[in-house]
């Protein structure tokens, strides 16, 4: 049975820092693509940063270039979102998604997505 398991959310001040991390078992996702969803509430799941198979290319939303970094660990099968600057308006649920058999991201929306997490809370208090 393939589990993403996130760590890492928490409670913030904003222009302070978190790390997420996600681990997945079950299966290896050294070749496919993996990326950092999230949202807000009475808002839709947006895409936030991906990676692809290798790390070699990443991918960011707009709003998040230059404040959050995504990465990856094969050895350890492990996705990790370091975020920085944060504000209220980062305040979310985030999520870890996996494609599987595909190494990189396209649309960069939750069609794509084969293996979803269970979510992380990310708050922002100002």
């Known amino acids: 049975q393939v589990q993403l398991v996130e760590s890492g959310g928490g409670l913030v001040q904003a222009g302070g820092s978190l790390r997420l991390a996600c681990a997945a078992s079950g299966r290896t996702f050294r070749r496919d693509a993996m990326a950092w969803f999230r949202q807000a509430p009475g808002k839709e799941r947006e895409f936030v940063a991906g990676?692809?198979?290798?790390?070699?290319?990443?991918y960011y939303a707009d709003s998040v270039k230059g404040r959050f970094t995504i990465s990856r660990d094969n050895a350890k099968n492990t996705v990790y979102l370091q975020m920085n600057s944060l504000n209220v308006e980062d305040t979310a649920v985030h999520y870890c998604a996996a494609r599987a058999g595909s190494a990189w991201w396209w649309s960069k929306t939750v069609n794509e997505v084969d293996y979803w997490g269970q979510g992380t809370q990310v708050t922002v208090s100002s």
């Open positions: 990676i692809s198979g290798t790390g070699g290319v990443t």
